[in-house]
């Protein structure tokens, strides 16, 4: 006990008698553990943010998208493809929407368009997303209505020239001004603003979601786009259990819609929530997969530089070991004196790096906006693995110093 | 007749360097008894610090044998050498060997870090015996840089006391001091073997050997002449008579 409280001792003075030397020798390992704990923080906080934001958007929403050719080979994203059933090309419309709005599994459907165009109010234009949807968009999104109203199921019928704007688009154009009764121009037809939308942050992509104009999808493909076709179609279904049952009964339909004679393929394709998190949480491992690769490398290299100081302090102490065996201390004494030695160092590094990257991760996320989550997880790790490496790198030195010859110790200047 | 603290037989050291044999020792016999106070005295290479070395478990002999209070010390190993360095020896070598970045304290404290039995209050109190046994109380926290050449060898003696060894060895204690200093090491190994401590020195001055009460000559690695010492030089007496640079000054 007092010997390993002498050991810890004399290695902090070591320490401390070459202060920058010790945080040159520490800074392999300050870096390494330091950027594994900042990456795996941004990571963490970007993937919550990503995993609640397919959560808000809803469990219990079926992406219904038209199908690709995926006998083909590159017929389509593999990730996505990876879950689901092959399908062959095929469109959507308004009839399958309306085919679909009254299954028994769903609480209601959306079809959608969705394109960019020019929007031009009092002299400033910009280019804007804008989706072109059915009323039910409002309901199944969860979006809340800001100022004015949604637009309604007669807008959409009879391709009624009315726009719901988004919070960005607002501070774009109008400022101050109130947009409502306003007319604004997408693509050099007038359009009057009956809503504002609350504001919904970025989605899980990173976009933000206020950058928005909502039309009734009738006239984003009759007026706008001159398209028969929708984009996709999005599925309420009554209870996330249903999800499974929902996606045959929707399969069923759309099979009778487009008339698929049994024994082919779909031409279109059901994606679920669920799918989405899966294909996230593969790129994540992915990303620590590399992250470690990373850390292993800093780690190394830290390690390496801890040993080559260890092996210098060996010879520079040589006459203080000498001392030592000459007094008493036993090779083992010797051995574990320079062990515990390199390990307060390297330990050292991965607190001192551990602080930096707390610090770094506060900057990030009050100044630059980035979310961060710093978890206990990469901390325990980086101060294990910051343990092993002074253990692992400090044993060769250990060991030469525990093996010198007192005498010849004694004797060296 | 004391009991014996110290017996080699037929002792030597052969050094090989490449093809050369350098025959350092070529069989020293040597009884030491309890309280016994020797001094070794040779020319340069004659073979006195290897011999030391040997006596104080820091080295092997090439072929004797060597018994250290009825241990057969050159059958030992490492950590046993190591165990008897630290409970029945007491080294003071010519250069101090102090840890410089330790305070006195620490360094007198340092034998007993590695023998494991002593709780606190009692190393306490065994730290500020051995400053006493040198006159060296009110240094405690310095550090060895802080103190002259006399003062640190007195810190060696309290580190070589710390755990009552069998045996002092001294090599060229003094060989590093002026004239006064080494007169009062030597006062303290007076009063140590006074105290019943067994102490052997190496030394080159005649001056330094006539105050122990044998002394060992030693010429190529084999024992020449032992001589007792008629009427050993009391080193308090000395101090007292010898012309003080105060004194001068004045
Ligand atoms: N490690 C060694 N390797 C080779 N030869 C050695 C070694 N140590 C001592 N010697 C040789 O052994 C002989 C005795 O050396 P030692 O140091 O014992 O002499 P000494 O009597 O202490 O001399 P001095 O009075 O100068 O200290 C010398 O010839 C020396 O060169
Ligand atoms: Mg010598």
């Known amino acids: ?413 | 007749m004391d009991k014996k603290i110290i017996e080699v037989k037929d002792i030597t050291k052969i050094y090989k360097i490449g093809d050369v044999q350098v025959r350092a020792l070529r069989g020293i016999n040597l009884t030491i008894h309890q309280g016994e106070y020797i001094s070794i005295m040779g020319p340069s290479g004659s073979g006195k610090s290897t011999l030391m070395n040997i006596l104080g478990c820091l080295d092997t002999p090439t072929s004797g044998t060597y018994y250290l209070e009825e241990t057969n010390v050159e059958k030992l190993n490492d950590n046993k050498l190591a165990e008897i360095r630290n409970k029945k020896i007491g080294f003071v070598f010519q250069t101090f060997n102090l840890l410089s970045r330790s305070n006195i304290i620490n360094n007198v404290e340092l034998p007993l870090i590695y023998s494991s039995k002593n709780n606190t209050k009692d190393r306490r109190l065994r730290i500020m015996d051995s400053l006493r046994a040198v006159n060296l109380t009110g240094w405690e926290k310095h550090k060895p840089s802080e103190l002259s050449g006399g003062q640190r060898q007195r810190v060696a003696i309290a580190r070589a006391l710390i755990n009552d060894p069998a045996i002092i060895l001294a090599d060229e204690p003094t060989g590093n001091l002026d004239s006064v200093t080494g007169e009062e090491i030597m006062a303290i190994f007076q009063k140590l073997n006074q105290e019943g401590r067994t102490i052997l020195i190496v030394t080159h001055e005649l001056d330094i050997a006539m105050h122990t009460n044998k002394i060992i000559y030693v010429r190529d690695g084999l024992i020449f002449k032992e001589e007792k010492v008629e009427n050993p030089i009391d080193a308090f007496k000395k101090l007292a008579e010898m012309p003080r640079l105060e004194d001068r000054l004045n």
């Open chain 1, 1 to 413: 006990m007092k010997r390993s409280l002498e050991n810890i001792k004399v290695a902090f003075q070591a320490l401390f008698l070459n202060k920058l030397r010790s945080f040159l020798t520490m800074l392999g390992i300050i870096i390494g553990v330091g950027a594994v704990i900042i990456i795996m923080a941004i990571g963490s906080g970007a993937q919550s943010s990503i995993v609640s934001n397919i959560q808000s958007m809803g469990t219990n929403l079926l992406t219904i998208e038209p199908g690709r050719d995926t006998t083909r080979p590159g017929g389509g994203p593999v990730e996505f493809n990876r879950n689901s059933t092959p399908t062959v090309r095929g469109d959507l419309y308004l009839s399958d929407y309306k085919a679909l709005k009254n299954a028994s599994t769903l609480t209601g459907a959306a079809a959608i368009v969705q394109r960019s165009s020019t929007v031009t109010y009092m002299g400033v234009s910009e280019s804007v997303s804008i989706l072109g949807a059915t009323d039910d968009i409002f309901k199944i999104r969860n979006y809340k209505i800001s100022s004015g109203n949604f637009f309604n199921e007669s807008n959409v019928s009879n391709s009624s020239n009315v726009a719901v704007i988004g919070q960005q688009i607002i501070d774009d154009f109008f400022g101050r001004i109130d947009p409502i009764g306003e007319t604004i121009k997408i693509d050099k037809q007038n359009f009057t603003i009956v809503g504002t939308l609350q504001s919904l942050g970025s989605n899980a992509m990173g976009q933000n979601q206020d950058a928005i104009i909502i039309i009734p999808v009738t006239t984003a493909q009759n007026k706008l786009y001159g398209l028969s076709t929708v984009n996709n179609i999005i599925a309420q279904v009554k209870d996330e259990s249903l999800i499974d049952q929902a996606t045959s009964e929707i399969t069923s339909i759309l099979r009778q819609q487009h008339h698929i004679l049994s024994g082919k393929l779909n031409d279109f394709e059901i994606r679920n929530p669920s799918q989405m998190l899966e294909t996230m949480s593969s790129v994540t491992n992915t990303l620590a997969l590399m992250l470690a690769g990373i850390a292993a490398i800093s780690l190394l290299v830290g390690g390496i530089g801890i040993m080559n100081i260890m092996l210098v302090s060996v010879t520079e102490r040589t006459r203080e070991i000498g001392i030592r065996k000459a007094i008493g201390a036993k090779n083992k004494d010797i051995l574990t004196q320079f062990l515990t030695e390199s390990i307060v160092l390297s330990i050292t590094g991965g607190i001192l790096g551990i602080i930096f990257a707390v610090v770094i991760s506060f900057i990030l996320s009050k100044f630059a906006g980035i979310n961060t989550a710093i978890t206990a997880t990469p901390i325990i790790l980086a101060l294990s693995f910051s343990t092993l490496i002074g253990l692992i790198f400090g044993i060769v030195p250990a060991m030469r110093a525990a093996r010198l010859n007192p005498i010849e110790s004694l004797r060296y200047e």
